[in-house]
């Protein structure tokens, strides 16, 4: 897991960045690691899905290597609320429109 800088405080694209500095870091100590460069991934589980996202399209921006895997749990990617679906999942007392619009 890695940890990133949090909003307001830092803007975009520093979470990602944070994401993207992990990454390249784990790649260039893999074998310090014991890892397999070829089998890394990015994974992002709700507010951190944006930037797990916003990673993996810097690592490809960048010409670096790809992650194998980019696993999205449920991520908030977007909060503008103005999708035909915004408008019809509300009041469901889970997550819905009046949810995204707090988070």
Avoid: C, F, K, W
Wanted: hydrophobic content about 35%.
């Amino acid at each position: 897991m890695v940890d990133y800088r949090l909003g307001p405080e830092t803007q975009a694209p520093g979470a990602a960045e944070d994401g993207y500095l992990a990454y390249t870091y784990l790649l260039n100590h893999a074998a310090e690691h014991g890892i397999d460069p070829a089998r890394t991934g990015l994974a992002g589980a709700s507010r951190g899905g944006a930037p797990a996202t916003a990673t993996a399209l810097m690592i490809r921006d960048r010409g670096d290597r790809r992650p194998r895997l980019l696993s999205l749990n449920y991520p908030m990617l977007d909060d503008r609320n103005d999708t035909p679906s915004s408008y019809e999942i509300v009041d469901l007392g889970v997550y819905d429109r009046q949810e995204n619009a707090y988070a």
